[in-house]
């Protein structure tokens, strides 16, 4: 402070000169070089030089108290893996001046800690699952990626969400878009896709076990509204005509004749209709369903 009151001894005293000095000597902010107790001992992380928030989080630990906040101060280059300067910001409101901290830095390599179990989900569905990763230090953003190609067409990850609670957990949401089955067989009803999530150079895999949607347990509404006659010997229950009222009815189910295809039985004098799905490869359907009509010459 001497330095800076000399030049304002040879310079005529005015009341705002005088209001200046005892405004700056009456500042309330922390002076950096006059903090104590800077040799603060290990710390850790997974970069490869601490950030500014492993160096500052450890001197307040240590000293059991907060000064400042991070948004207050900045390195002066580049910390080392024993030593930083750090100094005010130039906006601070409660430091200023310039610090130095000594400690011995290891890096810790990342990893998950909770293994996720596999994920089941129906096509059409959204679903999420947490994550969370071991020796991080608040992170800011982990990664999933999908990488075959057929599950990029029939799995969407639509956010990748940082908990408030515990900054090092990751919520992840997605959900099933589509059903394409690479074998009819093997993939009849299910099939697994993956979701890798990675950080750094920790990496885990999460298995989706993607299934059809069973038009067995589909709540439908009702019978449907049949625009032809009931008739036992013309069979006029055709797949395309019984569609057409299906999707009226139930919109949120819409099906096609890649999805079912319809069985009649006229027999024993009592008339059945069954939808059966096609289990073809694209079709995101399995089961059967059974339908009922009201006829134009019901009574």
């Not at 893996?81 to 750090?86: F, G, L, P, R």
């Not at 800690?113 to 096509?123: F, G, W, Y």
Request: with cysteine.
């Amino acid at each position: 402070m001497k330095k800076f009151l000399l030049p304002l001894l040879s310079l005529p005293i005015s009341s705002s000169t005088i209001g200046f000095a005892i405004s700056c000597n009456s500042t309330n902010k922390v002076n950096l070089s006059t903090l104590e107790y800077t040799d603060i001992g290990d710390i850790y992380g997974v970069e490869e030089l601490p950030t500014i928030k492993t160096i500052i989080k450890k001197y307040f630990e240590n000293i059991n108290k907060s000064l400042f906040s991070l948004l207050d101060v900045k390195f002066v280059g580049e910390p080392s893996k024993v030593q930083a300067t750090i100094e005010a910001s130039d906006d601070s409101n409660l430091v200023y001046g310039t610090v130095t901290f000594n400690y011995n830095y290891t890096v810790k390599k990342p990893y998950f800690t909770e293994s996720v179990h596999r994920q089941e989900i129906e096509v059409g569905k959204k679903s999420s699952f947490a994550v969370k990763v071991g020796n991080g230090d608040d992170i800011t953003s982990i990664d999933c990626e999908i990488n075959d190609e057929r599950d990029k067409k029939t799995i969407k990850i639509n956010s990748i969400e940082k908990m408030e609670y515990d900054n090092n957990i990751f919520l992840v949401r997605y959900e099933a878009i589509g059903y394409l089955a690479k074998n009819k067989d093997s993939e009849k009803f299910n099939y697994i896709s993956n979701i890798l999530v990675k950080y750094k150079n920790a990496e885990m895999n999460v298995e989706i076990n993607c299934m059809r949607i069973n038009l067995g347990n589909v709540e439908y509404a009702g019978a449907l509204n049949a625009t032809w006659e009931e008739s036992e010997e013309n069979n006029p229950e055709t797949l395309s005509k019984v569609l057409v009222q299906w999707n009226i009815k139930n919109p949120d189910v819409f099906l096609t004749e890649n999805d079912v295809e319809l069985y009649n039985d006229y027999s024993n004098n009592k008339t059945i209709h069954i939808l059966k799905s096609t289990y073809n490869l694209n079709s995101k359907y399995m089961g059967d369903v059974l339908v009922r009509f009201n006829y134009p010459n019901d009574k």
